[in-house]
Nanobody, 124 residues
Framework: QVQLVESGGGLVQAGGSLRLSCAAA????????MGWLRQAPGKGRQFVAA????????YYEDSVKGRFTIARENAKKTVYLQMNSLKPEDTAVYYC?????????????????WGQGTQVTVSS
């Protein structure tokens, strides 16, 4: 059974940084894509960033390019989202997710399993 557990959310001032972590378990993930998606109040869940576990190719939503970095640590089966230069519009619940046997995954419906989410609040 796939399990994804996020951590690292919190309250930060605009311009600050946070690092989210996602500990994954339940399969090897070597042929999967790991992603971060977020859901702001009153909005749908939207793609933020993704990484292919094998090879490490990365994908970003335009508004976070140059500010966010996704990375994985194979030995710990952990995926990270480093968020710099945070803006109030980045405020959302951030979810870790896995797209099984995918080459790339940039849509919500491409993901098969989800974590419980972690709140990120950026104050102005």
């Amino acid at each position: 059974q796939v399990q994804l557990v996020e951590s690292g959310g919190g309250l930060v001032q605009a311009g600050g940084s946070l690092r989210l972590s996602c500990a994954a378990a339940g399969r090897t993930f070597s042929r999967d894509v790991m992603g971060w998606l977020r859901q702001a109040p009153g909005k749908g869940r939207q793609f933020v960033a993704a990484i292919r576990w094998s090879g490490g190719s990365t994908y970003y939503e335009d508004s976070v390019k140059g500010r966010f970095t996704i990375a994985r640590e194979n030995a710990k089966k952990t995926v990270y989202l480093q968020m710099n230069s945070l803006k109030p519009e980045d405020t959302a619940v951030y979810y870790c997710a896995v797209a099984i046997l995918a080459q790339v995954a940039v849509r919500r419906d491409e993901y098969n399993y989800w974590g419980q989410g972690t709140q990120v609040t950026v104050s102005s």
